[in-house]
């Protein structure tokens, strides 16, 4: 069973960059597709952006689309979400998830991250 963590998490300032990583141990990552998702304090947890097996295809939600990017390097066993132009919006804790090809639920999760973006 994989097992996922993440890191990268922080306190950035309005127009900052963090970048998120997610290591995988207990299994091999090239096999799950992986999506990041977030979570503010009141909210329901929602999808950031995912990547497939082979990072061929990718999903941005639309409010980050041209600030963050989603990539993976699966000869280390990790995927990356780079976040450029950070808007105190996106203030919340951040997880990552793995996917089995062709399955519409993610089965691993992280314990997540919290990114705080301050204005």
């Known amino acids: 069973q994989v097992q996922l963590v993440e890191s990268g998490g922080g306190l950035v300032q309005h127009g900052g960059s963090l970048r998120l990583s997610c290591a995988a141990s207990?299994?091999?990552?090239?096999?799950?597709?992986i999506g990041w998702f977030r979570q503010a304090p009141g909210k329901e947890r929602t999808t950031v952006a995912t990547i497939s097996w082979n990072g061929g295809t990718t999903y941005y939600v639309r409010s980050v689309k041209g600030r963050f990017t989603i990539s993976r390097d699966n000869a280390k066993n990790t995927v990356s979400l780079q976040m450029n132009s950070l808007k105190p919006e996106d203030t919340a804790v951040y997880y990552c998830a793995a996917a089995n090809a062709g399955v519409g639920h993610y089965d691993y999760w992280g314990q997540g991250t919290q990114v705080t973006v301050s204005s």
């Open positions: 207990g299994g091999t990552l090239s096999r799950y597709r």
